[in-house]
């Protein structure tokens, strides 16, 4: 059975930093990109980032390039999300997920995705 728990979410200054981790179960991880995504409510869920399985190659939304990094531990089947200089437009739920099928690239197209974890909440504030 696939699974992926995301961990790490939280209230946070803005300027501050978060480590977001999602550790996956049921497949093996080395085969699977992994995309993170987040969601605010009333609106779409956007993807944020992704890391391929092949090389490791990452891909970044434009509104977190320069400030997040993806990076994965195969060993111990996680992903993480490291999130600095948080803006309050960072606010959000934080979803990891990943396809049915291993793939060697990644991209931050929702339709790309089938299991997803249950999400993180993330909170730049005062």
């Known amino acids: 059975q696939v699974q992926l728990v995301e961990s790490g979410g939280g209230l946070v200054q803005p300027g501050g930093s978060l480590r977001l981790s999602c550790a996956t179960s049921?497949?093996?991880?080395?085969?699977?990109?992994i995309g993170w995504f987040r969601q605010v409510p009333g609106k779409e869920r956007e993807g944020v980032a992704c890391?391929?399985?092949?090389?490791?190659?990452?891909s970044y939304a434009e509104s977190v390039r320069g400030r997040f990094t993806v990076s994965r531990d195969n060993g111990k089947n996680t992903v993480y999300l490291q999130m600095n200089n948080l803006t309050p437009e960072d606010t959000g739920v934080y979803y990891c997920a990943t396809d049915k099928v291993p793939t060697p690239w990644c991209d931050v197209e929702l339709t790309h995705y089938y299991y997803w974890g249950q999400g993180a909440q993330v909170t730049v504030s005062l």
């Open positions: 049921g497949f093996t991880l080395d085969y699977y990109a």
């Open positions: 890391i391929s399985n092949s090389d490791g190659s990452k």
